[in-house]
């Protein structure tokens, strides 16, 4: 999976992931499997005291292969459909996925 290989929503997905590097997602609308961002989810951004303040990913290529963390996530939302996610974020990449279930869906 490239980057290029997304739309917009995951694109935007992946950059805020990439942003963050620590913290978390909340309340992101998933619609038909994919981030939706009509409504702007929540974003809580952890800062690690003991990491160099200046470490910036290298944004300069546009198009990359997205590492395995980004490709499971992916995964995971197409197989939801319609949700309401919150992702936990480390070390730039997506860690913990954690969804809003109602009793009658387990």
Known sequence: MTKSS???????TVEIIEALGFGVIE???IRGGFP????????LQT??????????LD????DFTLKQE???????LRRL???IVDIEIRHSLPFKLVL???????
Do not use: M, W
């Open 36 to 43: 939706c961002y009509e409504r702007e989810p929540r974003l």
């Open 70 to 76: 980004f490709e499971s996530l992916f995964d995971q």
């Open 81 to 83: 459909g319609d949700a």
């Open 27 to 29: 309340g992101l609308v």
């Open 59 to 62: 944004r300069s290529c546009v």
């Open 6 to 12: 997304l739309n917009a929503d995951q694109c935007r």
């Open 100 to 106: 809003e279930r109602r009793c009658t869906e387990l």
């Open 47 to 56: 800062i690690k005291l003991d990491l160099d303040p200046h470490r910036q």
